[in-house]
């Protein structure tokens, strides 16, 4: 398994602390950069001195919505080939085919018990930490 660094796009602090939980309960090694909003998320990004393997995304943020995020993204040469995956309580449809119209690498919804979202959560980062585009 490779060590991801993964950018955390989540304003709900709650929702950050059981993903850290989570991480600590797997005993991953994973780094875990955090953001409040796609603005900071934006400010850390653009500095490219070290990005991310992963970005998860919640979408539905203040400032600057997961959509629009996703749009500035990937009209960037470098970020754009980040595997950015929408990890949200919106099971709205229209999101679902916009998100991936825009170009994303996966669209889960959070459940709502904790062992569900740890398995959620473990087969996400299981699948990307053995993906061939992310090398250490």
């Not at 993964?6 to 309960?25: A, G, H």
């Not at 797997?26 to 953001?35: F, G, R």
């Not at 170009?103 to 959070?110: D, F, P, T």
Request: neutral net charge; charged residues 30%; hydrophobic residues 40%.
């Amino acid at each position: 398994m490779n060590k991801l660094t993964i950018l955390l796009i989540e304003d709900d602090m709650i929702e950050v602390m059981k993903f850290n939980r989570t991480i600590s309960k797997l005993e991953y090694p994973h780094k875990i950069i955090e953001a409040k909003n796609g603005e900071e998320a934006l400010s850390i990004l653009f500095k490219k001195d070290r990005l991310p393997d992963i970005i998860l995304l919640d979408l539905n943020m203040p400032k600057l919505n997961g959509i629009e995020f996703l749009s500035i993204l990937k009209n960037d040469e470098q970020l754009r080939y980040i595997p950015t995956i929408i990890l949200t309580t919106s099971n709205n449809r229209k999101d679902v085919l916009e998100c991936y119209k825009i170009g994303v690498a996966g669209y889960v919804i959070k459940p709502l018990k904790f062992n569900d979202y740890v398995d959620l959560i473990k087969r996400t980062l299981d699948y990307w930490s053995f993906n061939e585009l992310i090398k250490g």
